[in-house]
């Protein structure tokens, strides 16, 4: 869909029904529950390797210098160095897994909604034909809600809305330019803020509590479902084009 397209139908967005919505997450969250959870895992099992990677030289050097009588003060500035390097890069590497696995859940979303039968596929956006797209979109992702962070509280509130929308619009337009992208999410996300806002923050308070309710660990299983109002807001002032899910779906044969 073409960028002057989507800008159209923001423009045009009708009103939108905070219960009906809220419904229709009900009864995706049943078909995708499974697929939710399978994403959170891949994401835990990608996260673990980069903190030992992380964490085992400082461990090294710790048990040497309880063991030894060595003099190890002067590593110290290095380890720290060492530290917040390896620790920038653990957190830019997952922005980019975290924002590929959630991009193909709201692919998958859409696939189950329809009842087809495409494979679900989680590495669909982490592959070498948009995995540059996916790396940039991240630089994007980090770089504005750190800004936001700095300018204080309240930025990071109003631009969790747009960053929420811009994965459901990268999912469903991933050759739209990374700029045009961004523009869209914070069109839509100023067009529709307020029951954005309050879908995902009433979503994501139900999925804790729920989780919580089944000793904790059931929030792996209830934790999707606060990623799903955002499709249905992109849904209904957006939607789909025809065969959509026919052309992203399916890589080209190199």
């Given at each position: 869909m073409r960028f002057s397209d989507i800008q159209q139908k923001i423009q045009n967005a009708p009103m939108l029904d905070f219960g009906d919505i809220f419904n229709e997450s009900i009864e995706l969250y049943k078909k995708v529950w499974l697929q939710g959870l399978i994403m959170i895992l891949l994401s835990f099992a990608f996260a673990i390797p980069f903190v030992i990677i992380t964490y085992l030289p400082l461990l090294a050097l710790g048990i040497a210098d309880a063991f030894t009588y060595g003099d190890y003060s002067d590593l110290a500035p290095f380890a720290v160095l060492f530290m917040v390097?390896?620790?920038?890069?653990?957190?830019?590497?997952?922005?980019?897994?975290?924002?590929?696995?959630?991009?193909?859940?709201?692919?998958?979303?859409?696939?189950?909604?329809?009842?087809?039968?495409?494979?679900?596929?989680?590495?669909?956006?982490?592959?070498?034909?948009?995995?540059?797209?996916?790396?940039?979109?991240?630089?994007?992702?980090?770089?504005?809600?750190?800004?936001?962070?700095?300018?204080?509280?309240?930025?990071?509130?109003?631009?969790?809305?747009?960053?929420?929308?811009?994965?459901?619009?990268?999912?469903?337009?991933?050759?739209?330019?990374n700029s045009d992208m961004i523009k869209a999410s914070f069109e839509l996300g100023n067009k529709k803020w307020l029951i954005t806002f309050g879908l995902v923050i009433i979503a994501s308070i139900l999925a804790q509590i729920v989780g919580s309710i089944l000793c904790g660990i059931g929030i792996l299983f209830t934790a999707c479902f606060a990623y799903i109002p955002p499709y249905f807001i992109y849904k209904k002032v957006i939607g789909f084009h025809e065969g959509s899910l026919e052309v992203i779906g399916t890589e080209e044969t190199e």
């Open positions: 390097i390896a620790y920038l890069f653990f957190v830019f590497v997952m922005v980019v897994i975290s924002l590929g696995l959630k991009t193909a859940l709201y692919k998958i979303m859409r696939q189950k909604e329809i009842d087809s039968t495409e494979k679900d596929d989680y590495f669909f956006f982490l592959r070498r034909k948009y995995l540059s797209k996916t790396i940039n979109l991240s630089l994007a992702y980090l770089g504005i809600s750190l800004l936001a962070t700095l300018l204080c509280f309240f930025p990071i509130i109003y631009v969790m809305v747009p960053l929420n929308l811009l994965v459901v619009i990268y999912a469903f337009n991933p050759d739209m330019s």
